[in-house]
T-cell receptor, first 112, second 114 residues
Framework: KQEVTQIPAALSVPEGENLVLNCSFT??????LQWFRQDPGKGLTSLLL?????REQTSGRLNASLDKSSGRSTLYIAASQPGDSATYLC???????????FGDGTTLTVKP | GAVVSQHPSRVICKSGTSVKIECRSL??????MFWYRQFPKKSLMLMAT?????????EQGVEKDKFLINHASLTLSTLTVTSAHPEDSSFYIC??????????FGQGTRLTVV
């Protein structure tokens, strides 16, 4: 059974700092891995999708990497802004049964 | 990206009544949609997989007679919480995947049963 872990659970940084969020998964049999942003009381917004054959994806100040063999993914946020404050979740689409597994998220606070 | 719309965003109902939540894929067809429940500071718990034109597949421990799912078209799935109790109060979110298998989520519904 796939397990997805995100560390740390919470992170607070000053504005302008570069930061890395971590996601690890136990089963490498995945179709893809996705990073999401969730604001309080809202749904999940897709940030980046990495297919299993890809190593990384970039969108603006965000860069996500995937190392399937080691079961790890990172989300790099450059030049953080207060508006980046949110909970970030990663999720895998597993080849076994075609279901998704999500981590508990990392709650990011960017202080002005 | 694709858009999944979920309504209502908030609902308060009395114990014993039923509540219907709608999930629509606005710009793509979704033969399969997913319903999740999210507890505070916790991840998403898959409740059921909604299949267009057929019965939903429920996860272990989820009461199918309590959480009725209907997927009558390629763009609409509904979740009805029947005979709601305070312990059903939670945040419910739907999701669908596009042709690239990218997941898109609705805005979520905060259900409060009083």
């Amino acid at each position: 059974k796939q397990e997805v872990t995100q560390i740390p659970a919470a992170l607070s940084v000053p504005e302008g700092e570069n930061l890395v969020l971590n996601c690890s998964f136990t089963d490498s049999a995945i179709y893809n891995l996705q990073w999401f942003r969730q604001d309080p009381g809202k749904g999940l917004t897709s940030l980046l999708l990495i297919q299993s054959s890809q190593r990384e994806q970039t969108s603006g100040r965000l860069n996500a990497s995937l190392d399937k063999s080691s079961g790890r993914s990172t989300l790099y946020i450059a030049a953080s802004q207060p508006g980046d404050s949110a909970t970030y979740l990663c999720g895998t689409l597993n080849t076994n049964a075609g279901k998704s597994t999500f981590g508990d998220g990392t709650t990011l606070t960017v202080k002005p | 990206g694709a858009v999944v719309s979920q309504h209502p965003s908030r609902v308060i109902c009395k114990s014993g009544t039923s509540v219907k939540i709608e999930c629509r894929s606005l710009d793509f067809q979704a033969t399969t949609m997913f319903w999740y429940r999210q507890f505070p500071k916790k991840s998403l718990m898959l409740m059921a997989t909604s299949n267009e034109g057929s019965k939903a597949t429920y996860e272990q421990g989820v009461e199918k007679d309590k959480f009725l799912i209907n997927h009558a078209s390629l763009t609409l799935s509904t979740l009805t919480v029947t005979s709601a109790h305070p312990e059903d109060s939670s945040f419910y979110i739907c999701s669908a995947r596009d042709m690239r298998a990218e997941a898109f989520f609705g805005q979520g519904t905060r259900l409060t049963v009083v």
